[in-house]
């Protein structure tokens, strides 16, 4: 067998995160004063806040909870809670304790530089899930980090359930480990 890189690189898609600020929101009253929110508590009881810069969006529901997606940073997220803080002020909601933030999944791709057997993962990993005639990647779990992975013959993967960078790059070498010496690489 030929010596594999174990090198690999992920790259961040998404990072969804859970804001709590210290109080309950009059949703109808915060809605008709503020400019530039999607509020419609017939489909869905929260309003959304698009942000362009970065671009993401936020839902905030009445109970003071608001979920933060479309972050590839940590940097994005609390560049938006400030964007938030002046959102929430415009409504006259002062945000007087620093906003509760935290990562609750981190969605990121990778690509291993290989190509592999997923038949032969499949086979030979209790971890996995594979049905080619339901979907072409395979599922892939991990205890240690808490993560699933979609791995692809191509060799890409889609990680998923992480919480901090670390484990998107644990998740990421765990995998193409495992692999490797399960002997799946075409």
Do not use: H, W
Request: charged share 30%; aromatic share 4%.
């Amino acid at each position: 067998m030929r010596r594999m890189k174990m090198g690999i690189k992920p790259k961040i898609e998404n990072m969804v995160s859970a804001v709590t600020i210290d109080q309950k929101i009059d949703m109808k009253e915060f809605t008709t004063t503020v400019k530039g929110l999607e509020y419609n508590p017939d489909r869905f009881p929260g309003a959304v806040y698009r942000i362009k810069n970065p671009k993401m969006a936020m839902l905030i529901f009445s109970s003071g909870k608001i979920i933060c997606a479309g972050a590839r940073s940590k940097e994005d997220i609390k560049a938006a809670v400030v964007q938030l803080k002046e959102k929430l002020a415009e409504g006259g909601i002062i945000v007087k304790k620093e906003p509760d933030v935290k990562v609750q999944n981190i969605v990121a791709s990778a690509d291993m530089e290989m190509t592999v057997n997923l038949d032969i993962l499949a086979m030979e990993c209790d971890n996995t899930e594979y049905e080619p005639e339901q979907f072409p990647g395979l599922v892939f779990s991990l205890a240690e980090p808490k993560t699933v992975m979609l791995v692809f013959r191509s060799g890409k993967l889609i990680i998923t359930g992480a919480k901090t960078r670390d484990d998107v790059d644990q998740a990421a070498k765990k995998t193409k480990k495992a692999i490797i010496e399960i002997g799946a690489v075409i």
